[in-house]
């Protein structure tokens, strides 16, 4: 839920706000996953995220309605996929500062990578009873994913430069039957400098993200927004960013820790999807939410 965005690079936002183009509508047709195949491993992740994002990530990431939210929402659809045993294995692909990972490690054997080593730094010193590893993915971390039960890729896609490719590489690399959940920012209409400081390249429509898996040996089992219920008040306070021309919180970003009862209050409206978002991947609804902040899509390797 952040981003930021090299300044040389000319055209990347234009003078309206709105964000640049999608690279998945430009860049060519990753290559069809294969078993055993991991395909390209350079070049995927942008890095532009400096120490001081990552220094509110892990102030932030244990107590912030946001995160806490997601995480929740996370584990609900977890727990449906895979129910809780250590002999379950969960790769956190982009763990950042490792709050995640460590939450989920409660209940599964719980592994991290990420390729930036101030955030993997963060996660050793602040969980060391975890496993962090600095690298790229999947190159540098096929052995367990061969063995994943699940993969998880928690707003890092926007962060990607390749990001087909990067799915396809992942894909490639994950035994069939094993789960691959997707977070992302989504509706183009909130790119604001919230974006611009954390370094995505991209929000995504539905129609765009679902580009992302097309032709790669995968069952979709659930697609949807999420972050639907406090959508409007994000979009106001985006649209207000873009009109002061910087973000409204902390270390180029919007985020900022609300009082504590408020902050408790909007972590229960946003964890709250995901009852539906459980009954959507159960089949009890037939439609995902049609509008949100964030996009959640569950893949199962065939």
Same mark, same amino acid.
């Given at each position: 839920?952040g981003?930021?965005e090299d300044?040389?690079e000319?055209g990347r936002?234009e003078?309206?706000?709105q964000?640049p ?10 290559? /069809?996953?294969?078993?055993? +195949?991991?395909?390209?491993t350079?070049?995927?992740y942008?890095?532009p995220?400096q120490?001081p994002?990552?220094? /509110?990530?892990?102030?932030?990431e244990?107590?912030h309605?946001w995160?806490t ?5 996370v584990?609900t659809?977890l727990?449906?996929l895979?129910?809780p045993?250590p002999e379950?294995?969960?790769v956190?692909v982009?763990?950042g ?10 209940e599964y ?6 390729p930036?080593i ?5 996660a050793?010193e ?8 600095q690298?790229?993915?999947p190159?540098?971390?096929a052995t367990d994913?061969? /063995?994943a039960?699940a993969v998880?890729l928690?707003? %890092?896609?926007?962060h ?6 990067l799915?396809c590489?992942?894909?490639s690399?994950?035994?069939p039957g094993a789960?691959l959940l997707?977070m992302?920012?989504?509706?183009? +209409?909130?790119?604001?400098p919230?974006?611009?400081?954390f370094?995505?390249f991209?929000r ?6 679902r580009?992302l898996?097309?032709?790669?040996? %995968?069952r979709?089992?659930l697609?949807?927004f999420c ?5 409007w008040?994000?979009r ?5 960013a ?6 409204l919180?902390q270390g ?5 820790l ?8 909007l972590h229960?409206?946003f964890?709250?999807?995901?009852q539906r ?5 159960d089949?009890?609804?037939?439609r995902?939410?049609q509008?949100? /902040?964030?996009a959640v899509?569950v893949?199962?390797r065939?």
């Open positions: 839920m981003e930021d300044e040389s000319e936002e003078e309206d706000g964000q183009p999608l690279l998945a509508d430009v860049e060519k047709e990753p290559e /069809v996953a294969e078993e055993g +195949k991991l395909g390209h350079h070049g995927l942008h890095l995220m120490l994002q990552f220094q /509110v990530h892990a102030a932030l244990e107590t309605w995160f939210g997601r995480r929740e929402i584990r659809l727990h449906r895979l129910p045993s379950r294995r969960i956190d982009g763990c500062t490792g709050g995640n990972t460590v939450a989920f490690k409660q054997t719980c592994i991290g990578i990420d930036d101030d955030a993997i730094t963060f050793r602040r969980f060391p009873q975890c496993r962090f590893i690298g790229v993915a190159r540098d971390i994913l061969k /063995v039960d998880l928690l707003d %890092v896609l926007e990607a430069e390749e990001d087909r490719q799915i590489d992942l894909l690399a994950m035994k789960f997707i992302a920012p989504a509706d183009p +209409k909130l790119w604001s919230h974006d611009k400081g370094g995505h991209r995504y429509t539905l129609e765009s993200f580009l898996w097309s032709g790669q040996p %995968v979709e089992l697609l949807s972050n639907v219920r406090l959508y008040p994000i106001f306070l985006r649209l207000l873009r009109a002061r021309g910087k973000p919180g180029d970003s919007d985020l900022a609300p009082p504590r009862f408020v902050n408790h209050l229960c409206i964890a709250g999807e995901g978002l459980m009954a959507l991947l089949g009890r609804v037939l995902g939410y509008r949100g /902040v964030s899509v893949l199962q065939v």
